[in-house]
Structure formats: C-alpha cells, structure tokens
C-alpha cells in the first residue's frame, strides 16, 4: 500500500557541517512536499523517548548521547509512497554501503552519524510525525 507521508530529521552531523540546504534541495528535487518542518535541538530525555524502540541495544547511549548534541531540522514530507522512496534517496545506514547519488552517500561520515533519519514504516512515520508535530503545524 503506498503511503503519502514520512518523518525525516537532518541528524546534528548534517547540521554542523552545514547542509540542510544541499539535503532539502534534494528532497524537494525528489519530488517530496515539505508538510511541517522546525530547526529544534532534542534534549537528552527527548531523543531517549523518540530513539525508545532501540533502548535494549548496545548503541543506544550513543545514539541518544549524539541525536541531543545540537540542533536537528525535523520534517513530515509527502509524496506517494512517501516510506519507500525516501528510504531509497537516503541510502544505506552505513555510508560507504549506500548508493551513489543518495544523501548519506553524500553527506553522512559514518554509520553513527549518517546525516539523516528516515522512517522505517507507515506506521513509525505517523508515530514519528506526531512527535514532533500537532496538527496545527502541518501544512
């Protein structure tokens, strides 16, 4: 079934080392539509709730420890199946597997900071879109 809509954030990687305009344009030539977005920074226990699913795993730490160290551009894009082509124009986790072309094979240094966050589902997009937005904040 084709979905409409997913959550993205450009991770604090992507953000330090200054593109969010480079990963946006991308979007945007995708074909996505930009449905909410806010520049925000998560907060230790924010991105331990939103990051909750992997809390029995080994990099769990990290991960929160990373996702709370600066500032994150959070958005719900739409476009008819919304999960898969976006899973697809971010490329692998691990940047030196994914395709060329794609965003974490442009922008991402490694696995653990690999520049964005791509929903993995329809239903972790809504999830993940409630989060961080109410519906007065979509467009």
């Not at 998560?42 to 991960?63: C, M, N, W």
């Not at 991402?108 to 904040?137: P, Q, R, W, Y």
């Amino acid at each position: 079934m084709a979905t409409n809509r997913t959550l993205t954030m450009i991770k604090p990687d992507a953000v330090r080392a200054g593109n969010i305009g480079n990963i946006l344009a991308m979007i945007n030539n995708a074909g996505f539509r930009i449905v909410a977005m806010k520049y925000t920074k998560l907060s230790a226990d924010k991105a331990g709730k939103f990051y909750e699913v992997h809390k029995e795993r080994p990099f769990y730490g990290e991960l929160v420890s990373f996702m709370s160290s600066g500032p994150i551009v959070a958005a719900i894009l739409e476009k008819d199946n919304a999960v898969a082509d976006f899973r697809t124009l971010i490329g692998a986790t691990n940047p030196a597997e994914a395709a060329d072309g794609t965003i974490r094979k442009l922008y991402a240094t490694s696995i653990g900071e690999n520049a964005v966050h791509g929903s993995d589902s329809d239903d972790n997009a809504k999830i993940e879109g409630d989060f961080f937005f109410s519906e007065l904040e979509r467009f």
